[in-house]
């Protein structure tokens, strides 16, 4: 069956860094429009970022932009999303999500992690 796992959240403090990353079992993340979402306390999913299966090209939500970084490593079928600059606003559950398009609404994409949190705090 179709899984995807995020690893990587914790906490960290203002400026500092963390990589998450999304494995996937029973599908080739190649083959998918991958995105990165996040969801805060009393606010709606939002996407954060993601890569084509195509061609590989990137998108960043213009809050993220020069901070986040996106990538694929399709021998480990993980997809990973480098954080630096954390801000005290990126506190949120992240979750990676595939889907035959790119898209930035979440309704868009058929298969979803389960999520794991990240909380920047001083």
């Known amino acids: 069956q179709v899984q995807l796992v995020e690893s990587g959240g914790g906490l960290v403090q203002p400026g500092g860094s963390l990589r998450l990353s999304c494995a996937a079992s029973?599908?080739?993340?190649?083959?998918?429009?991958i995105g990165w979402f996040r969801q805060a306390p009393g606010k709606e999913r939002e996407g954060v970022s993601g890569?084509?299966?195509?061609?590989?090209?990137?998108y960043y939500a213009d809050s993220v932009k020069g901070r986040f970084t996106i990538s694929r490593d399709n021998a480990k079928n993980t997809v990973y999303l480098q954080m630096n600059s954390l801000k005290f606003e990126d506190t949120a559950v992240y979750y990676c999500?595939?889907?035959?398009?790119?898209?930035?609404?979440?309704?868009?994409?058929?298969?979803w992690g389960q999520g794991t949190p990240v909380t920047v705090s001083s």
């Open positions: 890569i084509s299966s195509s061609d590989g090209s990137t």
């Open positions: 999500a595939a889907g035959t398009w790119s898209s930035w609404s979440p309704n868009d994409y058929d298969y």
């Open positions: 029973g599908l080739t993340l190649d083959d998918y429009a």
